[in-house]
């Protein structure tokens, strides 16, 4: 039998042992604030450990990435797109949201970086979709901007290759397909799918 065949059956064993490690921890504080109400800060750091251990477990059980994607429109409603150097075609702006960061400052971030572009009023969340073509657990949350300023001008670098406004019925040919979708869901109130 290869390592291939034998990794989910192992996973699946460890994932069990893990299991019934945390739900015994979780077996001894629900017996220690049933005895004594509160919990001592013993219990309590316990509590904040399991949580911690907890929390990885889930990340490492479900693993769903987020991103945050700005639909930025002009006074001519013309949209903002970028052309990416890792991917084709043409995009809104965004990316990851990373550790520790708020959506909304993931969003900042990544317009600033990607199009020198900052908010002036607060973005709209459109919807969040999911994104498993590109991983399993991938999401994206898509804003719409029309209120902002271009705090700088952008020039080619290793992440982004082109930045652009451009009319609706004047967007590039290699403007991909999720990215025609949001458009139409936005500006012609077309139905929102639930896949990027």
């Not at 039998?1 to 192992?10: K, L, N, S, T």
């Not at 900042?108 to 919807?127: C, D, S």
């Not at 991938?138 to 652009?164: S, T, Y």
């Amino acid at each position: 039998m290869d390592i291939a065949r034998r990794q989910p059956f192992h996973q699946g064993r460890y994932a069990l042992r893990q299991a019934k490690v945390l739900a015994q921890h979780a077996a001894a504080l629900h017996t220690a604030y049933s005895t004594n109400g509160t919990g001592t800060s013993a219990v309590r750091a316990r509590e904040k450990i399991l949580r911690r251990v907890l929390q990885r477990y889930w990340r490492w059980q479900r693993a769903l990435t987020l991103g945050a994607r700005g639909l930025v429109l002009d006074g001519d409603n013309r949209v903002l797109l970028v052309r990416q150097t890792y991917i084709s075609g043409w995009v809104f702006p965004g990316g990851g949201v990373e550790f520790g960061e708020t959506i909304e400052l993931a969003l900042q971030r990544e317009l600033e970086e990607e199009a020198g572009v900052a908010a002036t009023g607060p973005p709209e969340l459109f919807g969040v979709y999911s994104n498993h073509s590109v991983f399993p657990g991938d999401h994206v949350a898509l804003f719409v901007l029309r209120q902002w300023e271009q705090v700088r001008e952008v020039r080619p670098n290793a992440e982004i290759a082109e930045v652009g406004f451009f009319a609706r019925d004047d967007l590039p040919e290699a403007t991909t397909a999720g990215t025609r979708r949001r458009l139409a869901e936005v500006l012609d109130g077309v139905p929102r799918h639930s896949h990027w």
